[in-house]
């Protein structure tokens, strides 16, 4: 059992060096960039995670909280651009051809009916929506939301996403300043509460908008923009 225990406590202590050592690197700055780019048109790459962890190392000097900030910021900005532009050059075709009892498809359906009733600001909420980001910016691309206005909504959803991010971890480091490990914890379930929250609020605005009587549903293509 002690040396379980011991070689536990090794392992953890050689995870913390490593973390430390990563999150000292200027290198750490050009890696949260590139996930968050990914991340803005391929989903599955945890760039909350990155930014969080970043955040939580910050409380104790390093990486730079401000630069953490700005280029996850920037990061998200160019991916969801990326995303927009993927949808703008043959998104219509792409989203046509998903199940229509799928959940992709589902979130398209919702992501259509956003940016026709609140046009940008579907785009700042779906940014802290897991999947919800890259439906918005694929069919805002699809339908050919304004790229000017486009530009607009998502500079500041990424600047929301990347300052909220950042501190998330930054509040967790500091809370836990001598263990790190727990400091992404807090900053993690923090992160997972927010995005609790907005999936009910959502769920339950889907569910009272699903008791209204249903419109007559219009060939994906260019909608209207409010």
Do not use: C, K
């Not at 973390?19 to 803005?40: C, K, N, Q, R």
């Not at 995303?83 to 998903?98: E, F, K, N, Q, V």
């Not at 971890?169 to 379930?189: H, I, K, N, S, T």
């Amino acid at each position: 059992m002690a040396g379980a225990a011991a070689h536990t406590s090794i392992t953890t202590m050689d995870l913390l060096d490593l973390l430390h050592e990563t999150m000292s690197s200027p290198w750490v700055y050009l890696a949260i960039f590139a996930i968050a780019v990914l991340d803005g048109f391929f989903p599955v790459v945890p760039s909350e995670t990155a930014v969080i962890t970043a955040g939580v190392f910050a409380a104790s000097g390093a990486p730079y909280l401000p630069a953490v900030i700005l280029v996850a910021a920037a990061g998200a900005l160019v991916g969801d651009h990326v995303s927009y532009a993927i949808g703008r050059s043959g998104g219509t075709r792409l989203l046509d051809r998903l199940p229509p009892d799928g959940r992709r498809r589902a979130a398209i359906e919702w992501a259509r009916r956003g940016i026709a009733t609140r046009g940008g600001l579907i785009l700042t909420v779906a940014r802290y929506v897991p999947g919800g980001r890259t439906a918005v910016t694929l069919t805002m691309g699809a339908v050919h939301y304004p790229r000017r206005r486009f530009l607009a909504f998502d500079a500041l959803a990424a600047g929301s996403w990347g300052l909220y991010s950042a501190l998330v971890g930054y509040v967790g480091g500091l809370a836990f300043e001598q263990d790190p490990l727990r400091g992404l914890l807090l900053g993690l379930g923090l992160a997972l509460t927010v995005t609790l929250i907005v999936e009910v609020v959502r769920w339950l605005r889907n569910r009272r908008r699903s008791a209204r009587p249903a419109p007559v549903t219009e060939p994906l293509g260019r909608t209207p923009v409010r």
